[in-house]
């Protein structure tokens, strides 16, 4: 069983910023990657950055430069710092932990989500 739980979403103002948290808890094993996705009233899901266990980095394309992804290994936690926000921003977003079964088989989990707003 694995748990996570979000933390840091809410309102705020055009080019204000926020901090996102996920703590992992659970039999986690072999973590393959932690994220962050979002979905936007009527939109799929998309990427906004995920952070790999040999610490590559992936952003989705609009938040380059603006939102940076870090780990704690040790709490097994992934925070996402929002800078720059966007009212385009808005959306729930939602922790993902990847981890590996086999060197070909994963699994997913996801968090709860958590609403960013962004409007003024």
């Known amino acids: 069983q694995v748990q996570l739980v979000e933390s840091g979403g809410g309102l705020v103002q055009p080019g204000g910023s926020l901090r996102l948290s996920c703590a992992a808890s659970?039999?986690?094993?072999?973590?393959?990657?932690m994220g962050w996705y979002r979905q936007a009233p009527g939109k799929a899901r998309e990427l906004v950055a995920v952070l790999s266990s040999g610490g590559s980095r992936n952003f989705g394309d609009s938040v380059k430069g603006r939102f940076t992804i870090s780990r704690d290994n040790a709490k097994s936690t992934v925070s996402l710092q929002m800078n720059s926000l966007k009212p385009e921003d808005t959306a729930v977003y939602y922790c993902?932990?990847?981890?590996?079964?086999?060197?070909?088989?994963?699994?997913?989990?996801w968090g709860q989500g958590t609403q960013v707003t962004v409007s003024s």
């Open positions: 993902n932990l990847q981890l590996r079964i086999t060197s070909n088989l994963y699994n997913d989990y």
């Open positions: 659970g039999s986690i094993f072999s973590i393959n990657a």
